[in-house]
């Protein structure tokens, strides 16, 4: 991205944080979640989710560059309200992507009812087949992106893998995909409905689990 297109951004965000809170003191500590006095990178994807922003890591990550100047994967209050005070002029939302490139940009659209898309549901789970969540004390900044849902940001207890390859929480996906045809990920077209168990990343946060409670 070039900087014309992540000042855009920088200010599609101010706005929508101007709109959605009466103070930068109420926005700075609803994206605070743990109430650590800083915002850390699983709270910043929080709160642009809230905001109903859904960007690609790499738009993201330039994002928090402007907040987040020295890379120290935590952005302090003096940070967020300086930013929030010396941004230009506020700009409307704007997509950086031309409309045959779906994945470059950086805020996704609604699914497209129309589409050829195989519109069959996803079956439904057996008692024996649904996970119970996970109720955990564990810090989700430190814990391994793999393990995180890409939709809910949380730990996963019933990890399936999407027609886009990207690997979510059983649940959360199978909501998004009742009016969805796109990636939550990657916002391309999916060429089916079908959720594969990922036995594979389960094991792995089961251990992840069982060593950081050992």
Not at 39 to 46: L, P, Y
Request: charged share 30%.
């Amino acid at each position: 991205m070039n900087p014309t297109e992540v000042q855009e951004i920088a200010e599609d965000f101010k706005r929508r944080i101007t709109a959605n809170f009466s103070s930068v003191e109420t926005a700075f500590r609803t994206f605070d979640r743990h109430k650590t006095g800083v915002i850390s990178r699983t709270d910043f994807k929080r709160g642009l989710r809230s905001l109903d922003m859904t960007l690609t890591d790499n738009v993201r990550k330039e994002l928090r560059k402007i907040l987040d100047p020295d890379d120290s994967k935590r952005i302090t209050f003096e940070a967020f309200e300086k930013f929030m005070e010396s941004t230009a002029n506020i700009l409307p939302p704007v997509s950086t992507a031309s409309p045959s490139d779906e994945s470059a940009s950086p805020i996704r659209p609604p699914g497209d009812s129309s589409s050829s898309f195989n519109k069959s549901r996803p079956r439904k789970k057996t008692s024996s087949q649904i996970q119970e969540p996970l109720e955990l004390d564990i810090d989700l900044d430190e814990c391994p992106e793999v393990f995180l849902c890409p939709i809910t940001l949380e730990i996963m207890s019933d990890p399936v893998i999407a027609a886009d390859g990207h690997t979510y929480e059983r649940g959360p996906m199978e909501d998004w995909l009742k009016s969805h045809d796109t990636s939550p990920t990657t916002n391309a077209a999916l060429s089916h409905i079908f959720l594969i168990p990922n036995h594979s990343i389960r094991g792995l946060i089961m251990e992840y689990i069982d060593d950081k409670n050992s």
